[in-house]
């Protein structure tokens, strides 16, 4: 059964670049049927969907963060990265990843137990 | 972008209610229309992908409908375990998915 694992820092300071990491486990993040998304929610609020990305390294983001998001997969780890520079008090959030479905319409089918990340100095 | 508007917002029901919850797309996006619940303290669980197809798994009182701009989640006979947080999600811009604001499902 495929799940997913968030790491990494639950403490940025203001400015700096939140680094998370999303390990796949129970299944190859290679296979050509999904692909790899960031997703976030600030304590409180709604989903935001933050980007994604194919093992080809074709990358989608959030025109609302797409100056300041980086998403990258490594295959022989099994793992896909999310970075966000010159964060701010408004990106803390919890942040979750999740697999989507080629083949069912693009829905995120499995999702990690996400991350609180808080941006303070 | 597409923009997702839920209704209601806070919905209060009893055990054993039908309940109906609806999603509005600001334009057409055929069937690319999925809902997931979410539980405190916890991560999204998928529902309904494709506007009306149940996830793997997702009990039968569940079902969703709608195509192109309108669509429905229904919950047939509420059980206490149903009461949460309901997301519908556009999967059909190339480019960005997006989701509505939510609707939160208590008790009556």
């Known amino acids: 059964q495929v799940q997913l694992q968030e790491s990494g820092p639950g403490l940025v300071k203001p400015s700096q670049t939140l680094s998370l990491t999303c390990t796949v486990s129970?299944?190859?993040?290679?296979?050509?049927?999904?692909?790899w998304s960031w997703i976030r929610q600030p304590a409180g609020k709604g989903l935001e969907w933050i980007g994604r990305?194919?093992?080809?390294?074709?990358?989608n983001y959030n025109p609302s963060l797409k100056s300041r998001v980086t998403i990258s997969v490594d295959t022989s780890k099994n793992q896909f990265s999310l970075k966000l520079s010159s964060v701010t008090a408004a990106d803390t959030a919890v942040y979750y990843c999740a697999r989507g479905s080629r083949r069912d319409y693009g829905a995120l089918d499995i999702w990690g137990q996400g991350t609180m990340v808080t941006v303070s100095s | 972008d597409i923009q997702m508007t839920q209704s209601p917002s806070s919905l209060s029901a009893s055990v054993g209610d039908r309940v109906t919850i609806t999603c509005r797309a600001s334009q057409s996006i055929s069937s690319y229309l999925n809902w997931y619940q979410q539980k405190p303290g916890k991560a999204p669980k998928l529902l309904i992908y494709?506007?009306?197809s149940l996830q793997s798994g997702v009990p039968s009182r569940f079902s969703g409908s709608g195509s192109g701009t309108d669509f429905t989640l229904t919950i047939s006979s509420l059980q206490p375990e149903d009461f949460a947080t309901y997301y519908c999600q556009q999967s059909y811009s190339t480019f960005m998915y997006t989701f509505g604001q939510g609707t939160k499902l208590e008790i009556k």
């Open positions: 129970g299944g190859s993040i290679s296979s050509g049927s999904y692909y």
């Open positions: 494709a506007a009306s």
């Open positions: 990305i194919y093992t080809s390294g074709s990358t």
